[in-house]
């Protein structure tokens, strides 16, 4: 800044000088007209989005503003449009989804994969909180990710279960309620044995006194999947101390009603809940199905190769289930030439009265074209044979 007198008094400068020679002033002329109009603007534009938006702190409260805008409302028809989009973009696989049973899905690599990517997070969503984000179970929840079921691995088993929900429920002191504190304690022992493969005869009596078997099945083993099994290890209500839990499990039942100590058991029912519709349930299904031990699914033979069976062992029903089978392989493009060779020689021996030998023939050429169907229908393959 310089200290000397001000050099251009007629300039309208503010006598601010900020180098030796006074050559950069500030002066102090009106802003540019364009700069004034665009200051305006913006005032006014502040004026009509605090109307248009929330804006105004107000008691607690806040001005709602004339569109209704919140960040919630959009973040919500973000998600609309996401689903829509979706909806248009997988309608197809969801209608086929919807149509199919949960075999064909799951043998359809398209529909499985499609149903499982879908399904995690519908996962995350309902099931992740008791059963652990990759169904890992979680202390009192069971693991979905293994092949160890309460109620079956099967699809429609696992289907029942989520649409219906379960409620374990195993009687306190045994099923009449008859079992003295000592005896569980014993009984106890006898059940932390079966699991290491044992089997006390002595404390037997005691299994059978409780009516275990009733659910467990004779050896610990339940014949369907109703109750957990004793013998493989696996515990259903897992603890650091885990005969503590097999007598308090004994001792206060599953699911017993005004029991503190019971051992807590259910599976809500998400069928008719509203949480989840129908497609999404099945989803689910698949989704659980492939987390770890879900039962095999064995492809239907499709009817095109499904071998006739021959209603009899007389010539006359070998030969024509024979001709049946032939005739089927014929079609599917996969008979082999010498059934045919063989079902002409038969008939030919059975006309020279040779019975035996024709019917014989007549079953090998059975059990060739039953054969080549069975290949056609493992390998889907309908290439000629000829
Ligand atoms: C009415 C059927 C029923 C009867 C009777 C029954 N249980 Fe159970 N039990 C169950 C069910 C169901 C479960 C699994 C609970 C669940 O997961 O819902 C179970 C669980 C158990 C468990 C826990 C296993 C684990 O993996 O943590 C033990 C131990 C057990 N039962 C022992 C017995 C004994 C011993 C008797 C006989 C005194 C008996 N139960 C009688 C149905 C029964
Ligand atoms: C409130 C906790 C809770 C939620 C949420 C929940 N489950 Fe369960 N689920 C359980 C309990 C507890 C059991 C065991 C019931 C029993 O022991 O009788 C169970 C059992 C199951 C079983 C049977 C396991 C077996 O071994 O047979 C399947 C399958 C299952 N749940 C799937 C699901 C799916 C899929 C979801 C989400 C849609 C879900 N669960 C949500 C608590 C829950």
Known sequence: MSKHKNPYPGENNTGHFWDDDNDVRELNNRPPRWYMWALYMGAISVVIYSFYYPTIPWFGEHSKGSAGWTQIVEMKESVQQLEDYRQDRFADTEKAIAEKSLEEIVLDDELRNYSIKTAKVLFGDNCAACHGAGGQGNDGFPVLADDDWLYGGTLSQISATITHGKRGNMPAKGMLGNLSDPEIEKLADFVMGLSQGKSDPATKALYMKGMCMACHGPNGKPPAPTAANLTDGIWRFKADDQRASVVRTIKHGVNKPGDPLTQDAVMPA?????VINAVQLKKLVVYVHQLGGGAKVIPPTPAKFKPVVASGSSFDAVMSAAEANYKKAIDAKI????????????????KAGKGDAATALAKKANTQAVNSLAQAAVADFAGPRF
Not at 335 to 350: N, Q, V
């Open 335 to 350: 008979a082999w030439r010498d059934t045919g060779a063989m079902i002409k020689e038969a008939k030919k021996l059975h």
């Open 270 to 274: 998400f069928g008719k809940s509203g």
